[in-house]
């Protein structure tokens, strides 16, 4: 019995060491960590579980044989993230490039059905040049990305699931990647491509990080090196549920629910024409001014991430008037129904700031579908029963109404700034339209226009339209976060009960 144990500590040690030393300082060269660097980093100090550390790579009668190791080029196991569990999966770059061969994929696919029964979230780090042909060749039958894609697609609503791009990502392993909640990727140390170049260098151009964060969407996270990839999994996963029946830790941050905000003043100009960056608004009245955005390189229009408030982890969606005006687009409506669909999955409140003029009037977009991407953001929040409260801030005309929903689209409580204007277009378009003739027929065409409006404002249509539908209260700025805090208090306890269906057909 000593013997054995003797041999299997020896076995256990040299697997953890990792016996290419050479290949290592390379990599720390290059500025990247291994796979278990990565994972320490990634857990509490002391926490993680190695699991399958013994699993050895099927024997193909190839050349690669010669060379096999134990732990089929991906370590996988669990432990503990700001104290609360969480699976993970890392590919190893420096066993067989990290390619995915049957024990593998084997071992992926049972750690990620350990997270789905325990119910607690599950990390992949991806770092691999694709897949050990030798398997797939030699077994006909065999664990590979289609079985790993198929539980990701069970486990998605269920449990979070992030996935951190740390290397190559290439074909198959690109969509597995993308049917994690959120995709975190390192500048100039990672690129994901479906049908990557011959070139390398190609390749990693077409499927750069940055590309993905700022043109595709495909990244919700940038991060400069692994270190900060993983800090940046870590925070995130701090504002997250372990699963669908749990709620994210509430935090006692020190920062008073009754704070006023008399800075928002200063930060939003009056003048609905005048730009602002939404970001400045969400600080401020955050919980000690912390923000986690997600997807803020790409549709810059809309701004999207989570915040807590009153200790509370809530999701944020804000129109940005710094780009385009606050205008909605395809890939902003995109990037809101993809969220609101995140937070509604997993209970999380959410709160509108709503300062858009609606949807980008434009031949280009509508060529690229913003009726039915429009109609995705609609649905998206009609089919939400998770808390939402919409703070209209300045303008808020047409179809904004549809994307920032009120309360007939399932918005709950709705508040206004003195400044906000509600209404099917703002005044100046709709005197425009409604007096035409007149103005058209007068002597001083700009005099009788200026007279309409002001006649118009005054005749009290804006008020009215604002008190009929949109909001239960006007509050004074200041007060926004206060009152954020407690409105979100009074839904806590919101129940919906979903029509009996099999699923929804949302238009995709």
Not at 41 to 69: Q, R
Not at 125 to 154: C, F, K
Not at 259 to 272: K, S, W, Y
Not at 292 to 304: D, I, P, Q, S, Y
């Amino acid at each position: 019995m000593h013997e054995k144990i003797k041999r299997i500590d020896e076995l256990r040690a040299d697997l953890l060491s990792g016996t290419d030393l050479e290949a290592i300082e390379a990599r720390h060269r290059a500025g990247k960590l291994t796979a278990r660097e990565r994972i320490e980093k990634l857990f509490d100090p002391g926490t993680f579980y190695e699991i399958d550390l013994f699993a050895k790579p099927l024997e193909t009668g190839f050349t690669k044989d010669k060379e096999s190791t134990r732990g089929g080029g991906v370590v996988v196991g669990y432990g503990d993230v700001n104290g609360r569990p969480v699976c993970v999966w890392a590919q190893d770059a420096l066993e067989f490039g990290g390619r995915v061969g049957v024990v593998h994929a084997r071992k992926i696919v049972e750690v990620i059905e350990r997270a789905l029964k325990a119910r607690i979230p599950c990390i992949g780090m991806i770092d691999s040049e694709g897949i050990l042909v030798e398997d797939v060749i030699s077994t006909p039958s065999n664990y590979s990305w289609d079985r790993i894609m198929h539980l990701q697609a069970t486990a998605s609503g269920v449990i979070p699931q992030i996935s951190l791009i740390m290397g190559p990502c290439k074909g198959a392993a690109a969509i597995s990647a993308q049917l994690g909640d959120f995709v975190f990727m390192v500048r100039n140390g990672s690129y994901a491509c479906v049908s990557p170049p011959a070139d390398r260098t190609s390749m990693e151009v077409s499927g750069a990080a940055a590309t993905h964060f700022r043109k595709t969407g495909c990244c919700d996270v940038l991060a400069e090196n692994d270190e900060e990839c993983i800090q940046k999994a870590r925070d995130l996963l701090s504002l997250l549920p372990s699963n669908n029946k749990d709620a994210p830790p509430p935090v006692d941050n020190g920062d008073d629910i009754n704070r006023e905000v008399p800075e928002l003043l200063d930060i939003v100009p009056a003048n609905i024409r005048k730009p602002y960056r939404i970001q400045k608004v969400i600080c401020a009245i955050a919980d000690n001014g912390e923000f986690f955005e997600t997807k803020g390189g790409w549709a810059g229009n809309l701004v999207v991430g989570f915040a807590r408030f009153g200790g509370k982890s809530t999701g944020l969606i804000a129109n940005n008037p710094r780009v385009l005006g606050g205008c909605l687009d395809v890939d902003s409506a995109d990037k809101m129904a993809r969220f609101v669909r995140f937070c509604d999955a997993f209970s999380i409140p959410l709160v509108y700031l709503a300062d858009t003029p609606a949807f980008l009037p434009a031949i280009k977009q509508e060529r690229r579908g913003i009726i039915r991407h429009g109609a995705k953001v609609v649905f998206s929040n009609s089919n939400a029963t998770t808390p939402q409260m919409q703070v209209y801030l300045r303008k808020c005309y047409g179809g904004g109404n549809l994307a920032m929903p009120g309360n007939n689209l399932g918005g709950d409580i709705g508040l206004l700034w003195p400044t906000a204007e509600v209404l099917l277009m703002h005044a100046e378009g709709a005197v425009s339209i409604i007096h035409r003739k007149e103005i058209a027929e007068a002597d001083d065409p700009e005099k009788e226009y200026q007279d309409r409006l002001e006649g118009f404002k005054e005749s009290g249509a804006v008020e009215n339209e604002w008190e009929g539908w949109s909001g239960q209260d006007y509050i004074h700025p200041k007060e926004t976060r206060s009152k954020i805090i407690k409105s979100l208090r009074l839904l806590e306890g919101k129940e919906s009960e979903s029509n009996f269906r099999k699923h929804d057909n949302m238009p995709l």
